[in-house]
C-alpha cells in the first residue's frame, strides 16, 4: 500500500491509476458539456445509454472504489488534522458528485420529461463540479505528497494539473 510509510518515496508509477481515474472522468465531463451545447437536441439512444453507463462506472461506483489510495495517504500512528480535514473534504466533494450523476441518470431516463433548459443547467452543475473536484484532488496529492514525490511523479501529476486548466 503506497504512502503508508512516512518515508515511502512516491512514485510515478503509484499515481497511475488516480490519474487514468481523472482522465476518464474529464472525458465524461466533456461529454456532458457537448450534451448541454447541443441542448434542445437530445443524444440518440445509442450514445445516451453508453453515456449513462460511464456516468454509472466513473463516478458512482468509483466513489467506494479509490479509498484504498485515499486512505494510504494517512500516515499511521500519526494525528494530522490537515490531512484528516483534505480527505473528509475529498469525500464530501465525491459524495456530492455521486449524487448530481444520480440526478442527471434521472434527468436524462427515456421516461423524464424535463425542459432543455433544466437539463442543460443540470448537465452544466455536474460537469465543472466535477472537474473542480478532480483538481482539488491532485492538488491534494501534491499538499500530502510533498516532498516524498519523485520528479517523474511530480512531473505526472503537474501535467494533469496543467490539462485540466486547459480544458
Known sequence: ???????????????????????????????AEVMADDLPRRPDAKTLTAFLAALDERVIQTETDDWSFWGAMQVHGRDDALVSTVL??????????VASARELIAALDAGADIAPDMLG???R???????RSIDFEQLAVLAMA??????????LLTDALAEGVAA
Not at 504512502?3 to 472525458?27: K, M, N, S, T, Y
Not at 473528509?88 to 458528485?97: C, E, L, P, V
Open 1 to 31: 500500500m503506497p504512502f503508508v510509510l512516512p518515508w515511502h518515496v512516491i512514485q510515478e508509477v503509484d499515481l497511475v491509476r488516480l490519474i487514468g481515474d481523472h482522465h476518464r472522468r474529464a472525458a465524461l465531463c466533456v461529454h
Open 88 to 97: 473528509d473534504h475529498i469525500r464530501a466533494r465525491r459524495a456530492s458528485d
Open 121 to 123: 443547467y443540470i448537465l
Open 125 to 131: 452543475g455536474f460537469f465543472t463540479h466535477c472537474l
Open 146 to 155: 510533498g516532498h516524498r514525490m519523485t520528479p517523474d511523479a511530480r512531473a
